[in-house]
T-cell receptor, first 110, second 110 residues
């Protein structure tokens, strides 16, 4: 079993829909990161969470440390949100190493 | 302020050839990482550095060497390229606010 599990693996939505991507982890962490990768593109860091909730524009990320679970929400989705969203947890040692989920491929149709 | 710059962006090597990938950052970050990304495997850590003059092995270090002689540069070397090293390589840096990724190097070994 992977240490970081994301669901769903693939997601198709209509423009305007509310989207949720889930991430569960089974290891101790110092922080959880949500990353975005557009097709053929680079990787952009969206959020870093160690507790609670963060919001940036139409994106909201939450984490429940006790349940070892995080969610990424996209409100009023748009075709430009189509990308792979990756959950990654940071090793609690002083190395900063990340353990990655397998990614969620999101397609938003107009 | 360029952030994290990777060179080259694309390269085709013949089996047995050597090459060096350069990651340069202008943000004065201590922590730097080399990852490879393969379809179905996600991102995997090759080597990392927690400061100038230090390097350590990650999850998949075989066939690669690294050096961090200057704080701003992290070099990834392939001494004798193999087709199994065909991949997209990403460099990343870490600061307290999160990770910054380079745009990637697409390497094909034929």
């Amino acid at each position: 079993k992977n240490e970081v599990e994301q669901s769903p693996q693939n997601l198709t939505a209509q423009e305007g829909e509310f989207i949720t991507i889930n991430c569960s982890y089974s290891v101790g962490i110092s922080a959880l990161h949500w990353l975005q990768q557009h097709p053929g593109g680079g990787i952009v860091s969206l959020f870093m969470l160690s507790s609670g909730k963060k919001k940036h524009g139409r994106l909201i990320a939450t984490i429940n440390i006790q349940e070892k679970h995080s969610s990424l929400h996209i409100t009023a989705s748009h075709p430009r949100d189509s990308a792979v969203y990756i959950c990654a947890v940071r090793d609690p040692s002083n190395t900063g190493k990340l353990i990655f989920g397998q990614g969620t491929t999101l397609q938003v149709k107009p | 302020n360029a952030g994290v710059t990777q060179t080259p962006k694309f390269r085709v090597l013949k089996t047995g050839q050597s090459m060096t990938l350069l990651c340069a950052q202008d943000m004065n970050h201590e922590y730097m990482y080399w990852y490879r990304q393969d379809p179905g495997m996600g991102l995997r850590l090759i080597h990392y550095s927690v400061g100038e003059g230090t390097t350590a092995k990650g999850e998949v270090p075989d066939g690669y060497n690294v050096s961090r002689l200057k704080k701003q540069n992290f070099l990834l070397g392939l001494e004798s390229a193999a087709p199994s090293q065909t991949s997209v390589y990403f460099c990343a840096t870490l600061r307290d606010y999160g990770y910054t990724f380079g745009s990637g190097t697409r390497l094909t070994v034929v």
